[in-house]
């Protein structure tokens, strides 16, 4: 193939490209999709300086781009655009409360309902008994969640304040027809801590903060009318704790 050739190819495909990318806004996803394409590093950074644009700039987005040979340039146009823009588009994020990310798309959660229930079975213990506190149970109906997830770090996104929510680890019930989680007072050993950033459109960003074992999970929310600083059963243990649970396959 000569040069001349070439050069239209690529021209077509850079002018069919922005054509498409018109109407979107440019994420880490597309261009990665430029740069594989073999478009001119001054192209792409003419594209970014001049689109809307939604990055992500963690340091483990970074590296991922590093890994897909996205030239340091590009790269760093890309922080640039991030740190000058007034706000991230909100159309990218639909309206609605919990979401996981497929790929580009933003796919919404269903809560489901969370069922309570005090314990005082300690109590029965020699001698201690009468020192320990009460435990909540925490019920959630179903032996699996719908959604099933291979990533081992999910990022999910809320519109929630996270101080109002809990990544948990749930046990089987003996029946199996539903899962738990136990707390007493504000801990449980199945509680797993979570990582939040908010974002320019006030929607956190929320990714566990280890990897996840395969299993069954569930992000705990609750009572929102509460302020954040009451105790677990105050927040956790009325009617209006609910959860949107999920799966991580092996």
Known sequence: MNKKRFFLIITFTFLMMSTALAKDVLTNETVVQMVELGLNDEVVISKITN????????????LDLKKKKVPTDIIKAMIEKSSTSAAKPKSLIPEGEFFYKKGEEYKEM???RVASAVSNRKRWIPFAGPFLNSEIFLFIAGEK??????EKKPVFYTRIEPSFIKLVFLGYHRDKEKRYVVYEDDYSDREIQIDSEILDD?????????ELAHGEYAYLVG???SVSSAGFVVMFGGSNTKAYDFGITE
């Open 51 to 62: 689109s809307t644009c939604y990055f992500d700039t963690s340091t483990e987005a970074l």
């Open 110 to 112: 269903v809560s489901v």
């Open 202 to 210: 006030k929607v956190y960003k929320i990714i566990p903060a280890k």
């Open 145 to 150: 969640a719908t959604l099933r997830l291979s």
């Open 223 to 225: 009572n929102t009318n």
